[in-house]
């Protein structure tokens, strides 16, 4: 059964649909460094996954098509279709499957920090474990240390510091549900699939999902593009917002 999500639509009325989905442990707000650029000339609907900001948060289990309806519900609601998207994370694995199986629905992609799999190493199920029994506190540390590169952690705490504060508001629950939907994720098969003009992102520091990860990504996607930002990890947005500006504007042909 698919979820209501919270959402918010900024931006001129007639212009151009965006979509933004974030990844799991953030809300809308980590695209705040987008907004002054995007909504200038589109605009741009943010949403929370389930149990996150002021989404529901059922009792999962979750799967990744049950996320990825929740948004297909939400664009069907508003009449929303043959629009642009951008996904960070686990909202990049998402935006695939929706490209994949519902191909009119998306017609240009920006892939933030993707991968076409989730490593085995990473086991988001023993930290969806933690999170379920002693709440997200106990595993903020350990999930936000990905996201930023050293010299950000140094010069900008506050950065840090209002991510992790996001980070230990979202319903552990639900937390742990989306980690246990990462933790399987396979696409090999459906990469193929994707039609819509796809660039994919990777920051040159993110130790999650080092940039080779994109590159197989962007390998499997027809004429799919794929760029390095430097001085960025996981969270490419949030760090060089400069450079992830121009490149998602130049794609979407603003």
Same mark, same amino acid.
């Given at each position: 059964?698919?979820?209501p999500?919270?959402?918010?639509?900024d931006g001129p009325?007639?212009?151009?649909?965006?979509?933004?989905v974030?990844?799991?442990g953030?809300?809308m707000?980590v695209?705040e460094?987008?907004?002054p650029e995007l909504t200038?000339?589109?605009?741009?609907l943010?949403i929370d996954?389930?149990g996150?900001?002021?989404?529901?948060?059922?009792e999962g289990?979750?799967s990744?098509?049950d996320l990825?309806?929740?948004?297909?519900r939400l664009?069907?609601?508003?009449?929303?279709?043959?629009?642009?998207?951008?996904g960070? =994370?686990? !909202?990049a694995s /998402?935006l695939?499957? $929706? &490209?994949?199986?519902?191909?009119?629905?998306?017609?240009?992609?920006?892939?933030?920090?993707?991968?076409?799999?989730?490593?085995?190493?990473?086991r988001?199920?023993?930290?969806?474990?933690r999170?379920?029994?002693e709440g997200?506190e106990a595993?903020?540390?350990?999930l936000?240390?990905?996201w930023?590169t050293?010299?950000?952690m140094?010069?900008?705490?506050?950065?840090?510091?209002?991510?992790?504060?996001?980070?230990?508001g979202?319903?552990?629950?639900?937390?742990a549900?989306?980690?246990?939907a990462?933790?399987?994720?396979d696409?090999?098969?459906?990469v193929a699939?994707?039609?819509?003009s796809?660039?994919?992102?990777?920051?040159a520091?993110?130790?999650?999902?080092?940039p =080779?990860? !994109?590159?197989? /990504?962007?390998d499997? $996607? &027809?004429?799919?593009r794929?760029?390095?930002?430097?001085?960025?990890a996981?969270l490419?947005?949030v760090?060089r917002p400069d450079?992830?500006?121009e490149?998602?504007?130049?794609h979407?042909g603003?």
């Open positions: 059964m698919t979820v999500l919270h959402y918010r639509i009325r007639h212009a151009p649909v965006v979509l933004l974030p990844t799991f953030t809300t707000s695209w460094p987008q907004l200038r000339v589109r605009r741009v943010r996954h389930r996150h900001g002021a989404s529901p948060a059922p289990p979750y990744v098509e990825a309806l929740d948004i297909l664009l069907e609601e508003r009449e929303f279709s043959g629009i642009s998207a951008v960070a =994370g686990f !909202g /998402l695939v499957w $929706i &490209a994949a199986n519902s191909p009119r629905t998306l017609e240009r992609l920006v892939l933030l920090a993707a991968a076409p799999r989730t490593p085995p190493m990473h988001w199920d023993l930290i969806a474990e999170a379920r029994e997200t595993v903020a540390a350990e936000s240390l990905p930023f050293p010299d950000t140094q010069q900008r705490p506050e950065t840090v510091a209002r991510f992790t504060r996001e980070l230990n979202i319903d552990p629950g639900a937390f549900a989306l980690c246990e990462a933790d399987g994720i696409q090999r098969h459906l699939g994707v039609r819509a796809t660039l994919v992102v990777t920051g520091h993110d130790p999650l999902l080092p =080779g990860h !994109g590159r197989r /990504l962007a499997g $996607i &027809a004429d799919a794929f760029e390095v930002v430097p001085g960025a996981h490419v947005g760090e450079r992830v500006n490149l998602i504007m130049d979407l603003a």
